[in-house]
C-alpha cells in the first residue's frame, strides 16, 4: 500500500462520488467473503494501490454491521415474488450501500443516495438493473 504521509492525509481529498465507489467495491467483495472489513479494506487498498477514504470504511462496516435490517429493508420493497436471492450481486452490494446511507447517515440526503446508486449501477450493471435498483430504492424511500 501508499505509505506515504502525504497521501495518507490526502486519502479523503476525493470526491463523495469516488468514496461511495470505493465503499461499494468493499460491499460487493464482503458479498464473497467472511474476512473482517478492515482486512478487505487493506487487501484492497494493495490491490488497487491507493488508500480507501474514511466515509469508504465507515460505509463499508456499517453495511456489515446493520447488514440484517438493510436485507429486511430491501426484501419489504421487492415486487411480489421476488425474493433476495435473486438480485445480482452488483445490484445487491449497491442497494445494501444505498438502503445503509438512507438509515444511518443523517449528512446524505434520501435521493442523493438514490442518485449515487443509479450512477454507480450504470456503470458496473446491464439497464434493466438500473431500473430496477431505481424501483426498489424509490419504495425504500416512500416506506420512510
Known sequence: MC???ETA???NDISRYKMREQAFFLCFEMLFSDTDVDELADNAGDARDEFLSDYALDCAKGV?????EIDAMISKNLKAGWKISRISKVSLALLRLAV???LYRDDVPVSVSINEAVE???KYTVK???SFINGVLGAVAKSL
Not at 64 to 68: A, S, T, W
Open 9 to 11: 492525509e490526502n486519502r
Open 100 to 102: 445503509y446511507e438512507m
Open 64 to 68: 456489515f454491521e446493520h447488514r440484517e
Open 128 to 130: 434493466d438493473d438500473t
Open 120 to 122: 454507480l449501477s450504470k
Open 3 to 5: 505509505d506515504t504521509k
